[in-house]
């Protein structure tokens, strides 16, 4: 599902346009995003969590020549889904 599709679905489920539906959903990502990119944890009970979370710096290799090479510390976002959600996908 695309986020077309997406926005055609939340119009159908909340009766309403699909211009309404997109721009509530456009204001969802923006929400989330930035909260997410302060720091902030975004927690929607059932079905899941955003966060950002810390990689440390590590050692890799490249994988066309074998060289040893530094890989920095840096900051990833991060879902870790929830209970409900977890479960409707296993089929539970």
Do not use: Y
């Not at 119009?11 to 989330?32: E, G, M, P, Q, R």
């Not at 890799?60 to 409900?84: C, E, L, W, Y």
Request: no cysteine; charged share 30%; proline share 4%.
């Amino acid at each position: 599902m695309n986020k077309g599709e997406l926005v055609d679905l939340l119009a159908t489920k909340a009766d309403t346009t699909k211009k309404v539906a997109n721009t509530l959903l456009d204001a969802f990502i923006d929400s989330v995003t930035a909260a997410v990119a302060d720091g902030e944890k975004v927690t929607l009970v059932g079905f899941g969590s955003f966060e950002a979370r810390e990689r440390k710096a590590r050692e890799g290799r490249n994988p066309k020549t074998g060289d040893k090479m530094d890989i920095p510390a840096t900051v990833v976002p991060a879902f870790s889904p929830g209970k409900m959600f977890k479960d409707a996908v296993s089929g539970r």
